[in-house]
C-alpha cells in the first residue's frame, strides 16, 4: 500500500512553492511508494472541508507533518512555522519513518 501524501495550500501563501519544493525533493527515488496529491485550498468552504490548518500543510496518510491537530475553526491562512519551513530532509524523514512503520 503506497503512502498518501496530501499538500494543502492556497495561492495567496508565498511559502506554498517553497513547500513544494522541498516536498518534491524529499520524495525523490520514493515514487513507487507514495501517491502525491495537491490540493488547493480557495475558499473558507474548501478550508472547512480538509480542515485547513494553514498554507502550506503536508499530511502523510492524514496526519500533519509536524503533528498539528485539527484546528477548531478552520480557515483560508498562512501557516507559520516556528523553525520555519520544513526541509527536504525533515519531510524525507517523516516520509521514511512512516513507510518502515507500515512494513
Same mark, same amino acid.
Given at each position: 500500500?503506497? !503512502?498518501?501524501?496530501?499538500? =494543502?495550500?492556497?495561492?495567496?501563501?508565498?511559502?506554498?512553492?517553497?513547500?513544494?519544493?522541498?516536498?518534491?525533493?524529499?520524495?525523490?527515488? !520514493?515514487?513507487?511508494?507514495?501517491?502525491?496529491?495537491?490540493? *488547493? &485550498?480557495?475558499?473558507? &468552504?474548501?478550508?472547512? =472541508? &480538509?480542515?485547513?490548518?494553514?498554507?502550506?500543510?503536508?499530511?502523510?496518510?492524514?496526519?500533519?507533518?509536524?503533528?498539528?491537530?485539527?484546528?477548531?475553526?478552520?480557515? *483560508?491562512?498562512?501557516?507559520?512555522?516556528?523553525?520555519?519551513?520544513?526541509?527536504?530532509?525533515?519531510?524525507?524523514?517523516?516520509? *521514511? =519513518?512512516?513507510?518502515?512503520?507500515?512494513?
Amino acid at each position: 500500500m503506497k !503512502l498518501k501524501l496530501e499538500f =494543502q495550500y492556497f495561492e495567496g501563501c508565498p511559502n506554498h512553492i517553497k513547500m513544494w519544493d522541498n516536498i518534491t525533493e524529499a520524495i525523490k527515488g !520514493l515514487v513507487d511508494k507514495i501517491e502525491l496529491e495537491k490540493v *488547493l &485550498v480557495e475558499d473558507e &468552504v474548501a478550508a472547512m =472541508q &480538509v480542515k485547513f490548518r494553514g498554507s502550506p500543510t503536508l499530511l502523510i496518510n492524514g496526519e500533519d507533518l509536524l503533528g498539528m491537530p485539527v484546528p477548531e475553526e478552520p480557515s *483560508l491562512a498562512c501557516r507559520y512555522y516556528p523553525k520555519g519551513i520544513p526541509t527536504s530532509e525533515e519531510i524525507r524523514k517523516a516520509i *521514511l =519513518q512512516k513507510i518502515n512503520k507500515e512494513n
